[in-house]
C-alpha cells in the first residue's frame, strides 16, 4: 500500500485560510511519506505540543470578546484541557517524556486538540456573520483566524507524527491474527468499520455539494471551486479493502490504514471553512447566501459527527493492537 498517495496533490485556493491550512501542510506530508517510517522522536513531537498548548491558551483570550460581539456562549473546553491530556498521556508522573510513547496514547491528545480547534472555528464562524456591521464582531475574526491557523497547523503536524508512530509500531512489532479473546479491548469487526466508513464518505460527498453551490450562488462571494470538491480517494480505498475482508470473514485491519484515511477527510472538513466564509459574510440581509451558510454549516457538524465515530474505532483498533504486542512481550 502507498501509505501517502492521499497527500500528493496542492491545491490553489482563493483565501489564505484555505491556502495555509492545506497546501503548506500536504507538501511537508507528501516530503516527509516518501521516508522510511522511523520511531518517534519526542523532542519533535513535544516542540509541537508546545505550539498546539500556545495556540490554545491564545485563543481562551478571545472568550470574553467573542461573547460579547459573535455570542458566543460558555466555552466546554480550554488550553487547561489540553493541558491535562497531554501530563496525563504524554508525560510521566506530569512532567517527564518518557522514551517510548504509545500511538494510541498520542491520538487521545489529538481528540482534544480536535475539538478544541472545532469550538474556536465554531466561534469563527459565529464573527464572520457581524464582520460588515459590528467593528467588534471584525476584530475577533481578524485576531482569532491567525490563532486557529496556527492551531490547526501545529495539529496537522501532531497527526502526522502520531500516524507514523502507528505504523512505526505495526511494521516493527509483528501483528498475529484475530487471536484476541483475552484481551481488555477487542479487535474491531470489520463490518463496523465499513459501517463509519462509508458514513464518512456520504458526509465528504454532502460536503462537495456544498462547496459546490456556494460556489455558484451569486449572494455569496466570489471564489473558484476548482480542485476543491474531490473524491475521497484514500476512504474508497478502505472501503474496497473492507468489503473484500468481511467477504472474507477476516477482521483484522491495520489501524494506520484507518487513520490515513481519517486524516484526509479531516482535510475535507476544513475545506467547508472557504463556502462558510463566503456566504456567512452576507447572511444576514441575503437570504440565498444564509440558506447555503446553513447547508455549509450542517455538512461540516456531519462531517464531523462521522469522522467521531470512525475515529473512535481507529483508536479502538490501535489500542488492541497495542495491547496484543504487550500481551506477547509478557508471554
Request: hydrophobic content about 45%; proline content about 2%; overall charge neutral.
Amino acid at each position: 500500500m502507498n501509505s501517502c498517495a492521499a497527500f500528493r496533490s496542492t491545491r490553489s485556493f482563493s483565501t489564505v485560510t484555505v491556502v495555509f491550512l492545506l497546501t503548506s501542510t500536504i507538501l511537508a506530508l507528501s516530503t516527509r511519506c516518501h521516508a522510511q517510517v522511523t520511531k518517534l522522536n519526542t523532542d519533535d513531537l513535544m516542540d509541537i505540543v508546545f505550539d498546539m498548548k500556545k495556540a490554545a491558551s491564545t485563543a481562551d483570550k478571545f472568550a470574553a470578546d467573542g461573547s460579547k460581539y459573535c455570542h458566543w456562549g460558555l466555552v466546554s473546553l480550554d488550553a487547561s484541557d489540553l493541558d491535562l491530556v497531554v501530563s496525563r498521556f504524554l508525560l510521566n508522573r506530569g512532567s517527564v517524556v518518557p522514551a517510548d510513547i504509545s500511538a494510541s496514547k498520542m491520538w487521545h491528545v489529538d481528540f482534544i486538540a480536535g475539538d478544541l480547534i472545532n469550538q474556536l472555528e465554531m466561534g469563527l464562524q459565529e464573527c464572520n456573520v457581524g464582520v460588515r456591521i459590528n467593528s467588534g464582531a471584525r476584530d475577533v475574526a481578524v485576531a482569532s483566524k491567525p490563532v486557529l491557523l496556527k492551531f490547526i497547523d501545529a495539529r496537522q503536524r501532531f497527526d502526522r507524527l502520531a500516524y507514523e508512530q502507528t505504523a512505526w509500531q505495526e511494521r516493527k512489532r509483528a501483528m498475529p491474527g484475530d487471536g484476541d479473546e483475552n484481551l481488555r479491548v477487542p479487535a474491531v469487526d470489520a463490518s463496523d468499520i465499513l459501517g463509519a466508513s462509508l458514513e464518512v464518505r456520504e458526509a465528504w460527498e454532502s460536503a462537495n455539494k456544498a462547496i459546490l453551490k456556494a460556489a455558484t450562488t451569486k449572494e455569496c462571494s466570489r471564489f473558484d471551486s476548482s480542485g476543491l470538491a474531490e473524491e475521497p480517494v484514500e476512504m474508497n480505498k478502505l472501503i474496497d479493502r473492507l468489503s473484500r475482508l468481511t467477504r472474507a470473514g477476516s477482521y483484522n485491519l491495520p489501524a494506520a490504514d484507518m487513520w490515513l484515511a481519517a486524516m484526509t477527510a479531516e482535510n475535507q472538513k476544513f475545506t467547508l471553512l472557504l463556502p462558510l466564509e463566503a456566504c456567512a459574510y452576507y447572511s444576514l440581509d441575503k437570504k440565498k447566501a444564509a440558506k447555503v451558510a446553513t447547508e455549509s454549516l450542517d455538512s461540516y457538524h456531519r462531517l464531523r459527527a462521522a469522522l467521531a465515530k470512525f475515529n473512535a474505532l481507529a483508536l479502538k483498533q490501535t489500542e488492541w493492537e497495542e495491547q496484543v504486542v504487550q500481551k506477547q512481550t509478557i508471554i
